[in-house]
């Protein structure tokens, strides 16, 4: 399968990746934006990669942040596009409740190990209100020497130099998306949209 995908930042990047090439049989993915220019920049797109929907997959992973709900964020980009509903079939819109930061942190057992934090420290209720900070403080509470150095900012910078590096790793080579699946409805739906098309696909 040929695919294309669209993300907002490297974080972002990795976990959509892992998904795609877990989820997809043989899947060649080129990603659209590389620079990571955040939402705003995928959002202006859209009508282009509805286009590019209409003869290749197209996979967009964006945070829902502070929108009401994932159908109110999806609705204002459709409108401010121009666009109609139904997006063209092969076009594969996913949102994270509330940052791709809670779907790392439902998967409770790799984490932990991961990072150095109890178990126990790990809410069971994921899409929470800012799942980034509730990470960073968890870190800064129990995380490994390692943790720490790579995540925690330093100064006035909102996260440290290693964080997406370091996050990003966790994605790719320990994240369990299935069992994270299980106490993150977001990453639910994300991981059976997915499904759905690779098995469509063979």
């Not at 920049?41 to 286009?51: E, M, R, S, V």
């Not at 997959?57 to 401010?80: E, G, M, Q, Y």
């Amino acid at each position: 399968m040929i695919a294309y995908f669209c993300v907002e930042d490297a974080l972002s990047r990795a976990v959509l990746v892992r998904l795609l090439q877990s989820l997809l049989d043989e899947v060649h993915l080129t990603e659209l934006q590389p620079n990571h220019g955040g939402f705003g920049w995928i959002k202006k797109k859209l009508a282009n990669y509805c286009t590019l929907a209409q003869s290749y997959h197209v996979f967009i992973l964006t945070d829902l942040d502070r929108a009401k709900c994932p159908p109110s964020l999806r609705r204002n980009w459709i409108d401010s596009s121009g666009l109609n509903e139904p997006l063209p079939t092969k076009m594969c819109f996913n949102i994270a409740v509330t940052e791709v930061e809670a779907w790392l942190l439902a998967d409770h057992v790799n984490l932990s190990n991961y990072l150095g934090i109890p178990i126990r420290s790990l809410p069971d209720d994921t899409e929470i209100a800012d799942p980034k900070e509730l990470l960073l403080n968890r870190v800064r509470l129990h995380g490994s020497r390692e943790a720490r150095k790579e995540l925690l900012p330093a100064g006035n910078a909102k996260i440290g130099l290693g964080y997406n590096a370091h996050l990003s790793r966790f994605a790719m080579e320990y994240w369990d998306f299935n069992r994270a699946a299980d106490r993150n409805a977001s990453l639910h739906r994300a991981v059976e949209r997915i499904t759905a098309i690779g098995q469509a696909a063979c």
